[in-house]
């Protein structure tokens, strides 16, 4: 059976709804994402842990306030969406979605911007089709 090519734009559109900012279990941040959200932040990459961030096994995540949703979630907005750990920018086309595509189901019922009528490999194939041109080659 021969099945159409999906675009990202198909599959998801942002609603600017914070919901993939609340409680997921937290935001991963590289060494880069640190130094640049530091000093987006105006602090040193310590002072910037110390106060925004708590460890995750031998990670950083970012933290959460007591509404559950990330610390950087204000009045309905990011605070620092110009400079947003890698982990956001790339939400939902994520590895783990190319891997399993039925993770994509999962991870729409709580996010409205998800379009869940096409195939799985419809979306696994267009994820990794994103993966490739961002340079992910299967890391994380």
Not at 5 to 11: F, G
Not at 18 to 45: H, L, N, Q, W
Not at 91 to 117: K, L, Q, Y
Request: overall charge positive.
């Amino acid at each position: 059976m021969y099945e159409t090519r999906v675009t990202p734009e198909a599959l998801f559109t942002c609603r600017q709804c914070g919901d993939c900012c609340r409680g997921f279990g937290g935001t991963y941040v590289s060494e880069s994402d640190i130094e640049v959200i530091a000093r987006y932040v105006k602090a040193s990459p310590e002072r910037f842990l110390a106060r925004y961030c708590q460890p995750s096994g031998s990670r950083w995540v970012l933290g959460q306030g007591a509404n559950g949703y990330c610390v950087f979630w204000r009045d309905g907005l990011c605070a620092i969406h110009p400079v947003k750990p890698r982990m956001c920018r790339e939400w939902p086309f994520i590895r783990s979605v190319a891997r399993h595509p039925e993770n994509w189901f999962s991870m729409a019922a709580s996010c409205p911007g998800m379009r869940t009528e096409f195939s799985p490999q419809q979306i696994a194939q267009c994820v990794e089709r994103i993966l490739a041109a961002s340079g992910d080659h299967g890391g994380g």
